[in-house]
């Protein structure tokens, strides 16, 4: 069954659709040129990709094997496939600079097509780079080309169907081409839910959610999304991989790990095979106020190791409550606090008796319930935060996120480094803001909102800041990512996390899969 739910094309400049662009608000405005100034930033418009560097035969050779339709060489595409949406991306696009835009975009249809686009790319030494949904934030989708005759993006849209369901094992299996939209419609029919809903869901495809080990904002009901795989294929330069054929082994090593948050550079997923759940009947959201960020986080940890998580979970810390509601006395009065979001899915009965034990914990742990506004305020604006990052960038407001991970004892610790490190780079009038929304029953991840006001150079003035926040968090003992991968701009710190023999490994395995190296080069691997 293939999706018939349309989802739009990204803007080569934006976040998001163009029809969802957004200005900033007019109650944000003064709020906005008080704490950092407006300018206009307006972008280049027109900027056109450098002239492709495949030739007639290699490009023929190709079309042979996909179709003539399915080669694309235009700008306008070329453009649409150049590198992900993390700020630095946008502000390149923005200046115009599509320097990393691909030579073609390739559109195979089916495991058979993409390993034989794999070996004509390993024949003629031509850079791959596998694209889902271009949601990228870490520098995953800009592969470096030298050393190489040319650079493809291999567009997995095509690849868009629901190929089994089975109702017996509550399981299904998707193609890697599939924007989460599309793959929650067609599980719709059967009944039953993915769970997995990121901030990019409405763009991500599932394949990304595969190579990244993405987490979505219902992690705590759900689970992470490479929890979910059970099975996987795969197209590698040397051959085929078909991984899970049972619930659980003790066959070896997890070699589905390989591929779980490979970031393509092992191979291309061309299915995937995840549990599902039944569709909930019912929802809620609701809110919660805390004296502090601590205090929160001791009663979202009490719940975790108390097996009584609900479906979502989310703590804002002070700064960013403050900032989130227009009226901060609505959460508890002049002495501010944190608002946390807790949210049920499942049966009317589950939903109830699931509320109703974790409002007693929380009662009892001195939380102040706010009612559902706050829930429902979040649910409903929950994948638009980027929308606002680029009228903030288009007033020359830097914004950026980082997000990391570490067990309870270290929580403090890494949040108060983190927030030094951030301030201390970017300087006077930066604004940090922070928020749990994943939580275990041995530690949770901290997600970092940055502002501040743009530099002559921002591209350099985030990359300080990141640099100044990773070195804090390798020095914290934390991962220097929770769940927007590695890709080019998380790599200087990763052998500092996996150490010189987890490199080696790396390296290793990509020497068996890619011995040629075509699959984004110079991504992830140190």
Same mark, same amino acid.
């Given at each position: 069954?293939?999706?018939?739910?349309?989802?739009?094309?990204?803007?080569? !400049?934006?976040?998001?659709?163009?029809e969802s662009a957004t200005v900033l608000p007019d109650s944000a405005r003064a709020l906005v040129d008080l704490a950092f100034g407006l300018q206009?930033?307006?972008?280049?418009?027109?900027?056109?990709?450098?002239?492709?560097?495949?030739?007639?035969?290699?490009?023929?050779?190709?079309?042979?094997?996909?179709?003539?339709?399915?080669?694309?060489?235009?700008?306008?595409?070329?453009?649409?496939?150049?590198?992900?949406?993390?700020?630095?991306?946008?502000?390149?696009?923005?200046?115009?600079?599509?320097?990393?835009?691909?030579?073609?975009?390739?559109?195979?249809?089916?495991?058979?097509?993409?390993?034989?686009?794999?070996?004509?790319?390993?024949?003629?030494?031509?850079?791959?780079?596998?694209?889902?949904?271009?949601?990228?934030?870490?520098?995953?989708?800009?592969?470096?080309?030298?050393?190489?005759?040319?650079?493809?993006?291999?567009?997995?849209?095509?690849?868009?169907?629901?190929?089994?369901?089975?109702?017996?094992?509550?399981?299904?299996?998707?193609?890697?081409?599939?924007?989460?939209?599309?793959?929650?419609?067609?599980?719709?029919?059967?009944?039953?839910?993915?769970?997995?809903?990121? !901030?990019?869901?409405?763009?991500?495809?599932?394949?990304?959610?595969?190579?990244?080990?993405?987490?979505?904002?219902?992690?705590?009901?759900?689970?992470?999304?490479?929890?979910?795989?059970?099975?996987?294929?795969?197209?590698?330069?040397?051959?085929?991989? &078909?991984?899970?054929?049972?619930?659980?082994?003790?066959?070896?090593?997890?070699?589905?790990?390989?591929?779980?948050?490979?970031?393509?550079?092992?191979?291309?997923?061309?299915?995937?095979?995840?549990?599902?759940?039944?569709?909930?009947?019912?929802?809620?959201?609701?809110?919660?106020?805390?004296?502090?960020?601590?205090?929160?986080?001791?009663?979202?940890?009490?719940?975790?190791?108390?097996?009584?998580?609900?479906?979502?979970?989310?703590?804002?810390?002070?700064?960013?409550?403050?900032?989130?509601?227009?009226?901060? &006395?609505?959460?508890?009065?002049?002495?501010?606090?944190?608002?946390?979001?807790?949210?049920?899915?499942?049966?009317?009965?589950?939903?109830?008796?699931?509320?109703?034990?974790?409002?007693?914990?929380?009662?009892?742990?001195?939380?102040?319930?706010?009612?559902?506004?706050?829930?429902?305020?979040?649910?409903?604006?929950?994948?638009?935060?980027?929308?606002?990052?680029?009228?903030?960038?288009?007033?020359?407001?830097?914004?950026?996120?980082?997000?990391?991970?570490?067990?309870?004892?270290?929580?403090?610790?890494?949040?108060?480094?983190?927030?030094?490190?951030?301030?201390?780079?970017?300087?006077?009038? &930066?604004?940090?803001?922070?928020?749990?929304?994943?939580?275990?029953?041995?530690?949770?991840?901290?997600?970092?909102?940055?502002?501040?006001? !743009?530099?002559?150079?921002?591209?350099? !003035?985030?990359?300080?800041?990141?640099?100044?926040?990773?070195?804090?968090?390798?020095?914290?003992?934390?991962?220097?990512?929770?769940?927007?991968?590695?890709?080019?701009?998380?790599?200087?710190?990763?052998?500092?996390?996996?150490?010189?023999?987890?490199?080696?490994?790396?390296?290793?395995?990509?020497?068996?899969?890619?011995?040629?190296?075509?699959?984004?080069?110079?991504?992830?691997?140190?």
């Amino acid at each position: 069954m293939t999706s018939q739910t349309p989802v739009a094309e990204m803007h080569p !400049q934006r976040w998001g659709a163009p029809e969802s662009a957004t200005v900033l608000p007019d109650s944000a405005r003064a709020l906005v040129d008080l704490a950092f100034g407006l300018q206009d930033h307006p972008a280049v418009v027109g900027a056109t990709p450098p002239p492709a560097a495949l030739d007639d035969d290699l490009l023929g050779a190709l079309r042979a094997l996909v179709g003539d339709e399915n080669v694309l060489v235009d700008d306008a595409t070329r453009a649409l496939r150049t590198r992900g949406k993390s700020t630095p991306d946008l502000l390149r696009a923005r200046a115009g600079d599509l320097t990393d835009a691909p030579d073609a975009v390739v559109r195979p249809d089916g495991h058979d097509e993409v390993a034989a686009v794999l070996a004509w790319a390993g024949e003629h030494r031509v850079a791959v780079v596998p694209f889902g949904g271009g949601t990228c934030v870490t520098g995953g989708l800009a592969a470096r080309r030298d050393g190489f005759a040319g650079l493809v993006s291999l567009d997995l849209v095509r690849m868009k169907r629901l190929l089994a369901v089975d109702e017996v094992s509550m399981t299904a299996t998707l193609e890697p081409g599939l924007r989460g939209p599309e793959a929650e419609a067609l599980l719709a029919g059967h009944g039953v839910t993915l769970g997995h809903y990121p !901030q990019s869901f409405e763009h991500a495809s599932i394949g990304g959610f595969a190579a990244t080990r993405s987490s979505g904002q219902s992690s705590a009901g759900y689970g992470r999304f490479d929890a979910m795989v059970v099975g996987l294929e795969a197209a590698t330069p040397t051959g085929p991989l &078909s991984l899970g054929s049972s619930p659980a082994n003790a066959a070896g090593p997890d070699l589905r790990q390989l591929l779980l948050g490979s970031e393509g550079a092992f191979g291309v997923i061309t299915s995937v095979t995840v549990r599902v759940c039944k569709a909930p009947a019912e929802t809620s959201y609701e809110g919660w106020r805390w004296p502090s960020f601590a205090a929160g986080s001791d009663a979202m940890r009490t719940l975790a190791q108390a097996g009584l998580l609900p479906t979502v979970i989310r703590l804002s810390d002070e700064s960013e409550t403050a900032i989130n509601l227009a009226d901060p &006395s609505s959460i508890g009065g002049a002495g501010g606090g944190c608002l946390m979001i807790t949210g049920y899915e499942g049966t009317i009965e589950q939903v109830e008796a699931r509320r109703a034990a974790v409002t007693a914990v929380l009662t009892d742990l001195g939380g102040t319930p706010l009612g559902n506004e706050p829930g429902q305020a979040w649910a409903h604006g929950r994948f638009g935060a980027p929308y606002l990052r680029d009228a903030l960038l288009d007033h020359g407001v830097l914004v950026e996120t980082l997000e990391t991970a570490t067990f309870w004892s270290g929580r403090q610790r890494l949040y108060d480094d983190v927030r030094a490190a951030l301030t201390s780079s970017l300087g006077e009038g &930066s604004l940090v803001l922070c928020h749990v929304s994943h939580v275990y029953e041995t530690g949770c991840s901290l997600y970092f909102t940055v502002a501040a006001r !743009q530099g002559d150079d921002p591209i350099a !003035q985030w990359q300080a800041a990141k640099a100044a926040a990773s070195d804090a968090i390798v020095a914290a003992g934390a991962t220097i990512t929770h769940h927007h991968a590695v890709g080019t701009d998380h790599q200087p710190w990763l052998d500092r996390e996996i150490g010189e023999v987890g490199v080696r490994v790396l390296r290793a395995v990509k020497a068996e899969l890619d011995p040629v190296g075509i699959l984004n080069p110079g991504i992830l691997i140190p």
